[in-house]
Each structure stands twice: as structure tokens, then as C-alpha cells.
């Protein structure tokens, strides 16, 4: 999954045993824009890169991947709650990774609260 920076003040979750680390600084003053996702039992994980907000209804989201695997993307208004919904892409339900990065933008609307989103191996 590679090495996570060295990070004060970051959020944590946990969702379905999966422990979720996002943003702080780095190393005290530098905004860190990435999520890392541990996974107990080990595996690779998808870790989101950069998440954009494009105008005010667009959102482009890119993240860590493997060539050949195709990706599902997910949000979800409150971590609490655990259900996720899934996102309807340009390209349908899944977006599969040419190489080490893969991308996509997708609507959203400006008057919904705010969003979570993770990506999931959809193969």
C-alpha cells in the first residue's frame, strides 16, 4: 500500500473492520489530502489520491490502482450509519484501472450535506 507521512491531527474511522485515516499535517503545517485504508487481513487497498470539487456540481476523484481491476466508487452522508450507496459513474458502475492511478468526475449536487466516498474492487 506504500508508506503513510508522518501526520498530526488526522480523523479515524473504522467501517466494516476496515480503519479509515484522513487528512492532518504534515509535518505540522502542510494540509495532508490523502486517505489511507488499513485492512487487517492484508490485501491491496485503493487509496484515494485527490478528491476535486470541479465548478460546484462536479466532483473528480482519483485514485491508487491496478491495471486490469475494475473499481466501484461508493458515498454515504454518515460513516456511523455504515450504508453506502453506490455512484453512478459516465462509464456505468465501475471504472477499470489502465495503470498505477485511475480516475473519474461525476455529478453532484450542490445542496446535498456533505459525503463520504471510498472505492472498492468491484472484480
Known amino acids: 500500500m506504500g508508506s503513510a507521512l508522518p501526520t498530526s491531527t488526522p480523523a479515524a474511522c473504522v467501517v466494516d473492520g476496515i480503519l479509515y485515516v484522513m487528512g492532518g499535517h504534515y509535518p505540522y503545517t502542510t494540509p495532508v489530502r490523502q486517505v489511507f485504508a488499513f485492512y487487517p487481513q492484508g490485501g491491496v487497498t485503493?487509496?484515494?489520491?485527490?478528491?476535486?470539487?470541479?465548478?460546484?456540481?462536479?466532483?473528480?476523484?482519483?485514485?491508487?490502482?491496478?491495471?486490469?481491476?475494475?473499481?466501484?466508487?461508493?458515498?454515504?452522508?454518515?460513516?456511523?450509519?455504515?450504508?453506502?450507496?453506490?455512484v453512478t459513474l459516465p462509464t456505468g458502475s465501475t471504472v477499470t484501472a489502465t495503470g498505477d492511478l485511475a480516475a473519474t468526475r461525476f455529478p453532484v449536487t450542490p445542496a446535498e450535506p456533505r459525503q463520504f466516498y471510498r472505492v472498492f474492487e468491484a472484480n
Not at 63 to 86: D, F, K, M
Open 46 to 86: 485503493p487509496r484515494i489520491w485527490s478528491v476535486t470539487l470541479e465548478g460546484t456540481n462536479r466532483l473528480n476523484l482519483i485514485w491508487q490502482a491496478e491495471a486490469g481491476i475494475a473499481y466501484g466508487v461508493e458515498s454515504s452522508p454518515n460513516l456511523a450509519a455504515n450504508r453506502w450507496t453506490p
